[in-house]
């Protein structure tokens, strides 16, 4: 069972800076199924990519991933106010599916 | 556009059987694979089980021998019923959709509380 490990566990950062996401898988992620979401308070999570460095639809350019194997990264080139939340990765490559813990980015 | 609602009782009772439906609209379980996750605070997202619109299933090992999910596609809902619960239970429960099989999860639910007390 492979287990995800995100860090930091909370980044503080300002409007327009750079947002650097890391998940570390403690086995290699099959195919590189490995997927980011956001969730804000209350609400879902949101696929913002998939297959480690694909945009899911309507999710603008400043998101990317990046990475393969056991080390994956989502950056965030310029934050937006709409950007302040938690940010989950995902392995589906194998059965069980996995969650990471979460990274929160929160204002500065 | 493809929407999942779900629905069933907030509170629970220890012992007891959590169950919950969620409704597709906009579209048909056909054919999707359909899984339910929950969140709670102790143990953040936990991926709970997968039924594919035809009634093949996929459970976590975690949860493989209190967990049943069911499909009915005449109705467009799939459900969830959680055996001999207890407060660690307690958690935000989501439905969500895969395209195909080892797919990220692209549309989800709302998510319901369920309390077990």
């Known amino acids: 069972e492979s287990v995800l490990t995100q860090s930091p566990g909370t980044l503080s950062l300002s409007p327009g800076e750079r947002a650097t996401l890391s998940c570390r898988a403690s086995?290699?992620?099959?195919?590189?199924?490995l997927a980011w979401y956001q969730q804000k308070t209350g609400q879902a999570p949101r696929l913002l990519i998939y297959?480690?460095?694909n945009r899911a639809t309507g999710i603008p350019d400043r998101f990317s991933g990046s990475g393969s194997g056991t080390d994956f990264t989502l950056t965030i080139s310029r934050l937006e106010a709409e950007d302040f939340a938690v940010y989950y990765c995902?392995?589906?490559?194998?059965?069980?599916?996995?969650f990471g813990g979460g990274t929160t980015v929160e204002i500065k | 556009q493809v929407q999942l609602q779900e629905s069933g009782p907030g509170l629970v009772k220890p012992s007891e059987t959590l169950s919950l439906t969620c409704t597709v609209s906009?579209?048909?379980?056909?054919?999707?694979?359909w899984s339910w996750i929950r969140q709670s605070p102790g143990k953040g997202l936990e991926w709970i089980g997968f039924?594919?619109?035809?009634?093949?299933?996929n459970y976590n090992p975690s949860l493989r021998s209190r967990a049943k999910i069911s499909i009915d596609t005449s109705k467009n809902q799939f459900y969830l019923k959680l055996y001999s619960v207890t407060a660690a239970d307690t958690a935000v429960y989501y439905c969500?959709?895969?395209?195909?099989?080892?797919?990220?999860?692209?549309?989800w639910g709302q998510g319901t509380v369920v309390t077990v007390s």
């Open positions: 969500a959709r895969e395209k195909y099989y080892l797919d990220p999860f692209d549309i």
């Open positions: 039924i594919y619109y035809s009634g093949p299933t």
């Open positions: 297959g480690a460095s």
């Open positions: 906009g579209g048909s379980v056909s054919p999707f694979y």
């Open positions: 086995q290699s992620v099959s195919s590189n199924y």
């Open positions: 995902q392995q589906y490559g194998t059965s069980p599916l996995a």
